[in-house]
């Protein structure tokens, strides 16, 4: 079946500094989308992408999907704390509407 | 405006219990989803629903585990005889319609223990 990567599964930066999480899929998507889950908290959506090479920013997060649409990235510029959480891609296998989560990628910000 | 309303949002039960989690989706969305989150893990796919209909379940264990989308009420997620293994959080997500880039909406989840 379909799986969906991300790397790095932890990080842990400094405030101030950048922070980025990839997500690979074994096969090609036909969209992808992001969640942040909150410690002790739930998924919330925040983007999707569509598009092939498609970038979208949201303040300090710029999101990408790949040429071949099978990776995608989140960016964070500039981390804060209130970027502490878990980021998870999602994606929908062709012919089917379930989502397949990534692995996630916990963020730590050490102020 | 609410949200996903899930309950309980803790619940404890001793194995060979039964354990039943309700989920009421998003005003005006007809499309239930549920997902098994272990302690410090992603989340896994269990059930995709629609009122009445069972789309997708392919994420369920074969046994113990059953869901339901009643015309009238929440969705139900059902566990009989619970081993010390269904511990985990339980969420629920809802959309919208069945087209495939509809965001999910989730609830605030039932932490499950089994003692």
């Known amino acids: 079946g379909q799986q969906v990567m991300q790397i790095p599964q932890y990080q842990h930066v400094q405030e101030g500094e950048d922070f980025t999480t990839y997500c690979n899929s074994s096969t090609t998507l036909s969209n992808i989308q992001w969640y942040k889950q909150r410690p002790g908290g739930h998924p919330v959506f925040l983007i999707q992408l569509v598009k092939s090479g498609e970038v979208k920013k949201q303040k300090r997060l710029t999101f990408q999907f790949g040429e071949a649409k099978k990776n995608s990235s989140l960016h964070i510029t500039a981390t804060q704390t209130t970027d502490v959480g878990t980021y998870f891609c999602a994606a929908s296998p062709s012919g089917t509407y379930k989502y397949i989560f990534g692995t996630g990628t916990r963020l730590k910000v050490l102020a | 405006n609410a949200g996903v309303m899930q309950n309980p949002r803790h619940l404890v039960r001793r194995r060979g219990q039964e354990a039943r989690l309700r989920c009421s989706p998003m005003?005006?969305?007809?499309?239930v989803y549920w997902y098994r989150q272990l302690p410090e893990e992603g989340l896994k796919f269990m059930v995709y629903?629609?009122?009445?209909?069972?789309?997708?379940e392919s994420g369920m264990p074969k046994e113990r585990f059953s869901a339901e989308f009643p015309k009238e009420g929440p969705s139900i997620l059902r566990i009989q005889q619970v081993v010390r293994g269904d511990s985990a959080a339980y969420f629920c997500?809802?959309?919208?319609?069945?087209?495939?880039?509809?965001?999910?909406?989730f609830g605030n989840g039932t932490r499950l223990t089994v003692t």
């Open positions: 997500a809802s959309s919208p319609q069945d087209r495939e880039n509809s965001p999910l909406h």
């Open positions: 629903l629609q009122k009445e209909n069972i789309i997708d």
């Open positions: 005003k005006g969305h007809s499309h």
